[in-house]
């Protein structure tokens, strides 16, 4: 079966430094996410992307946090200007159409330090 | 705005026990509701949905019945086993925050660890 893949699995970053976590979401999806979890806290929504535009954006996806999908297969989420408090579990999802479930990457584990 | 709740975790259970993991919501509108399930080291995957009230969704023995009398969309599972062991997280998909888009609005996690 299709999956959805993230790397790296793990990303150790200095605070302030830029990182970039990459996706590659099911081939024929059109839909795709990016999600966080604090740990011990809530999975939150942070982006979708359809038609190679944001559609949606939620309060955490401020201008320090940019996403792109550069050439028709990965799907990235770039982080300017780390903070401590950006590490988290990021998890990359994807789906065909709007009645479809998404479909989940195993998530990348980011720690600043 | 729309959220989910979850009973709090850990919830330890011995094998062939019965299993309910409570969850309750706050939305506008009718949302479509989801149990997604996280093993070990892996990622989320769908266990089951339900899009409407009174729909039941089911999966791997698993159930949730969305009640829209009580906002509720409880997980049971009649006996369980050692391999269920893993977080179970309740979702919805907002009407209202991009509901068209399909971004989901998830609950805490409730962990579930089953004993042989």
């Known amino acids: 079966e299709p999956e959805v893949t993230q790397t790296p699995s793990h990303q150790v970053t200095q605070m302030g430094q830029e990182v970039i976590l990459r996706c590659v979401p099911i081939?024929?999806?059109?839909?795709f996410y990016w999600y966080r979890q604090i740990l011990g806290q809530k999975v939150e929504f942070l982006v979708s992307?359809?038609?190679?535009?944001?559609?949606?954006k939620s309060e955490i996806f401020d201008d320090q946090f940019s996403v792109e999908r550069p050439d028709g297969s990965n799907f990235t989420l770039k982080i300017r200007s780390t903070k401590l408090e950006d590490s988290a579990m990021y998890f990359c999802?994807?789906?065909?159409?709007?009645?479809?479930?998404?479909?989940f990457g195993d998530g990348t584990r980011l720690s600043i330090l | 705005g729309d959220s989910v709740t979850q009973m709090e975790g850990p919830v330890t259970l011995s094998e062939e026990a019965f299993l309910t993991i409570n969850c309750t919501y706050t939305?506008?509108?009718?949302?479509?509701l989801f149990w997604y399930v996280q093993y070990p080291g892996e990622g989320l995957q769908l266990l089951l949905k339900?899009?409407?009230?009174?729909d039941k969704g089911s999966n791997k023995g698993f159930e949730a019945t969305y009640r829209k009398e009580t906002t509720s969309f409880h997980l049971e599972k009649g006996s369980v086993q050692v391999s269920d062991s893993a977080v179970y997280f309740c979702?919805?998909?907002?009407?209202?925050?991009?509901?068209?888009?399909?971004?989901?609005?998830f609950g805490k996690g409730t962990k579930l660890s089953v004993k042989p």
């Open positions: 999802a994807s789906r065909y159409s709007s009645n479809q479930p998404q479909h």
């Open positions: 081939s024929n999806h059109l839909y």
């Open positions: 992307f359809y038609n190679n535009e944001i559609s949606e």
């Open positions: 939305a506008t509108g009718y949302p479509s």
């Open positions: 339900a899009t409407k009230a009174d």
């Open positions: 979702a919805l998909i907002s009407m209202n925050y991009g509901g068209s888009q399909g971004n989901l609005i």
